[in-house]
């Protein structure tokens, strides 16, 4: 079983749209947790940063994080054909430098 | 801030040779960089951790005699894929933990934009 399980897609939605992806851990010791958009043929860059459990909210995103179930998502309000890209997810131990990521999904936003 | 830079982006070579990818944190002293592999659809992989100064820590099932890494200076290291394969054929990314942070939380690693690395 991998550490981070993320559906890989694609998914592709109408311009406008609310986008939800998520992803299930099995590391109990996860405190830490990210959001990473990937454009393609391009390094990932840092979207959204949540400590433990509980949401965060930045613009049109919003990262829930619930420890329980170990499950976290990403929402996209309003979306835009430019939010169109890979989204991975990560997790982290705290006092660890190591991320362990989720394969990562497709996201396509049409106009 | 907190740029990082890589060096070549796309390579090409030939089965057997030896390529080296450079990674450049930009505007600030690193005090970690990591190397990362991701093949097509799937997600980074990490395959080791460097300091400044000291030898790579590599990930299990990553062959340190084929994966050279070397981190001479707080802003540059490199990868060295020696005698490579076309399974080698990937996308490395790198990344950076600026010397501020303590690098522990997670949020600290700043990305590269990558090497396409083609064995033929």
């Known amino acids: 079983q991998k550490e981070v399980e993320q559906d890989p897609g694609p998914l592709s939605v109408p311009e406008g749209a609310i986008v939800s992806l998520n992803c299930t851990y099995s590391n109990s010791a996860f405190q830490y947790f990210m959001w990473y958009r990937q454009y393609s043929r391009k390094g990932p860059e840092l979207l959204m940063y949540t400590y433990s459990s509980g949401n965060k909210e930045d613009g049109r995103f919003t990262a829930q994080v619930d420890k329980s179930s170990k499950y976290i998502s990403l929402f996209i309000r309003d979306s835009q054909p430019s939010d169109s890209a890979t989204y991975l997810c990560?997790?982290?131990?705290?006092?660890?430098?190591?991320?362990?990521f989720g394969q990562g999904t497709r996201l396509t936003i049409n106009p | 801030g907190a740029v990082v830079s890589q060096h070549p982006s796309w390579v090409i070579c030939k089965s057997g040779t030896s390529v080296k990818i450079e990674c450049r944190s930009l505007d600030f002293q690193a005090t970690t960089m990591f190397w990362y592999r991701q093949f097509p659809k799937q997600s980074l992989m990490l395959m080791a951790t460097s300091n400044e100064g000291s030898k790579a820590t590599y990930e299990q099932g990553v062959e340190k005699d084929k994966f050279l890494i070397n981190h001479a200076s707080l802003t540059l290291s490199t990868l060295t894929v020696t005698s490579a394969h076309p399974e080698d054929s990937s996308f490395y990314i790198c990344?950076?933990?600026?010397?501020?942070?303590?690098?522990?939380?997670?949020?600290?690693?700043?990305f590269g934009p990558g090497t396409r690395l083609t064995v033929l």
């Open positions: 990344s950076a933990t600026p010397s501020w942070t303590s690098g522990q939380t997670g949020d600290t690693q700043y």
């Open positions: 990560a997790g982290a131990v705290q006092g660890a430098q190591k991320l362990v």
